[in-house]
């Protein structure tokens, strides 16, 4: 079946450092794919989403590149923030399922003043 | 933007007892709801996807007998964890999938589960 797999946290850094978080997935055909960003106290957020190969889902300064060659789908960010500390999720859905989200692990990342 | 709620954000309940969770879309209406389970440092697992106006549909491995799903509205559905014991004690979140243009899927914060 589909799944993720996402790097495992937590992740600290310090403020206006450079953030990835890897994440690539198993699934048949071509799905679209998702990083949610959760926030201390808050519900799933979408960040960003690519629906096809070599699309580049941008927002807020973060992006991920759909890379059907490598079945991945890693995020990044130039400079990251103290407001950025939270957990990423990494998730797909496969184009006939309905919206039915398949989420990785899940990453906490932390920035330190 | 888009908002979902649920109700209650976390509960404590006994042993056998029955614990019911709500989940509303705020500014929309949404045929489909979907029921996630997260345990601890874990990804969250799809339990149901919830119809309005039908049954709700399943993953593989989940009770339906047990986690009760009723989708009575385009706003509001309902999760009934019945004859609830330590095991099920988790994170349920819900998400509502936008009617409108927009066919985005939206979360709610999640109610915190534990049985004693």
């Known amino acids: 079946g589909d799944s993720v797999t996402q790097m495992e946290g937590p992740v600290t850094l310090s403020e206006e450092a450079f953030l990835t978080i890897n994440c690539t997935y198993t699934?048949?055909?071509?799905?679209?794919l998702f990083w949610y960003v959760q926030y201390p106290g808050e519900g799933l957020q979408l960040l960003l989403k690519a629906t096809k190969a070599d699309d580049k889902g941008s927002n807020k300064g973060f992006e991920a590149t759909y890379r059907k060659e490598t079945t991945s789908f890693h995020l990044e960010k130039g400079s990251v923030q103290v407001s950025d500390s939270a957990v990423y999720f990494c998730a797909l859905t496969p184009k006939a399922a309905g919206n039915k989200l398949t989420f990785g692990g899940g990453t906490r990342v932390l920035v330190k003043p | 933007g888009a908002v979902v709620s649920q109700h209650p954000s976390w509960v404590i309940c006994k042993s056998g007892t029955s614990v019911k969770i709500e989940c509303r879309s705020l500014d929309f209406q949404a045929t489909t709801m979907f029921w996630y389970r997260q345990f601890p440092k874990q990804s969250l697992m799809l339990m149901a996807t919830?119809?309005?106006?039908?049954?709700?549909?399943?993953e593989q491995g989940v009770e339906k007998d047990k986690f009760l799903i009723n989708h009575a509205s385009l706003t509001l559905s309902t999760l009934t964890v019945t004859s609830a014991h330590p095991e099920d004690s988790s994170f349920y979140i819900c998400?509502?999938?936008?009617?409108?243009?927009?066919?985005?899927?939206?979360f709610g914060p999640g109610t915190r589960l534990t049985v004693l």
């Open positions: 919830s119809n309005e106006g039908s049954k709700a549909t399943y």
């Open positions: 998400s509502a999938r936008d009617d409108g243009t927009r066919n985005e899927q939206f």
């Open positions: 699934a048949t055909g071509y799905p679209s």
